[in-house]
């Protein structure tokens, strides 16, 4: 009895030693272990949305743009009025210069004659179709009715209306890119400028042509006196119907006995702007097929 009270005396003192060495310490946190990451998967980058397309135009495809321009003459008792046409592009294309056409109006009419007969449009289409450099046009007005030597218009056309026009506008200085054309009595100032200043033209178009009177019996001599490498390209053109038609035939037989060479149509029609508005848009291939593109 007393060797079991002696054991068991001493299984107490041993677990009441353990049991406060076990309280005395602090509990000790299970280690940690290294984490090692999953690995990523790749990020493919979303492509930008695309830029919504700048509205462009094709400034080829828009019509040309009309202004009304004067100029002071010492030629004259008033300023010289007159419209300019600029070609699509203009604007943009700021280095390039153009080939110019002058055409004048018949007796009686304005400078915007040309205009409401369509020779603005005509030249839209013809550029826009690819039938034609761009060019400009350049119609002066002339309100009188008296003979060349009577006034100065020619003067003042040739002398101040070209440079004032090569130095405000961007055309082609050579006479190869210059032309002059006129219907009616605006022919007949074709005809005088033409073959007077074949320095300053490379072609004059006579549609329904009235010959000055005064200008008649110098034609034949004016034509003798140019020389053939200076011949500016003549196109001319009446109805059958017109009462000029007699003036018109007199100069195209005076153009063969020369020999000068010419392009001569003879249409149905008459002295009216129904006929030349029928015929402008030829009227202006004609001239553009004497021109080269330049930029």
Not at 115 to 135: K, Q, T, W
Not at 199 to 219: E, M, Q, Y
């Amino acid at each position: 009895m007393r060797d079991n009270s002696l054991r068991l005396g001493m299984f107490l003192v041993v677990a009441a030693t353990l049991f406060a060495g076990l309280s005395a310490c602090a509990p000790v946190a299970p280690p940690t272990l290294p984490v090692t990451p999953a690995p990523l998967s790749p990020i493919t980058p979303t492509p930008p949305l695309p830029l919504a397309p700048s509205p462009t135009t094709d400034c080829l495809t828009l019509a040309g743009q009309i202004e009304g321009d004067s100029l002071s003459s010492q030629h004259l008792a008033d300023v010289l009025k007159f419209l300019v046409y600029l070609p699509p592009c203009y604007s943009e294309n700021s280095d390039q210069r153009y080939p110019v056409l002058y055409l004048l109006h018949g007796q009686a009419y304005a400078d915007n004659q040309w205009v409401h007969l369509g020779a603005p449009a005509a030249a839209d289409r013809l550029i826009a179709a690819g039938e034609s450099p761009p060019f400009m046009i350049v119609m002066p007005y002339d309100p009188s009715w008296k003979q060349p030597k009577e006034y100065g218009f020619g003067q003042a056309l040739t002398d101040e209306l070209i440079p004032y026009v090569a130095a405000h506008y961007r055309t082609l200085p050579d006479r190869e890119q210059r032309a002059v054309g006129g219907l009616s009595r605006g022919a007949g100032w074709a005809i005088h400028l033409g073959l007077t200043r074949p320095d300053l033209f490379g072609a004059l178009g006579a549609h329904s042509p009235v010959v000055f009177w005064s200008d008649s019996s110098r034609i034949d001599n004016w034509l003798a006196a140019i020389p053939s490498e200076s011949l500016p390209r003549i196109y001319l053109d009446i109805g059958e119907n017109d009462r000029e038609l007699e003036t018109a035939l007199w100069l195209e037989e005076l153009l063969n006995r020369q020999n000068i060479p010419h392009e001569w149509h003879l249409y149905p029609g008459y002295h009216d702007e129904a006929y030349w508005q029928a015929h402008v848009e030829e009227y202006l291939r004609w001239y553009a097929n004497g021109w080269k593109v330049e930029r």
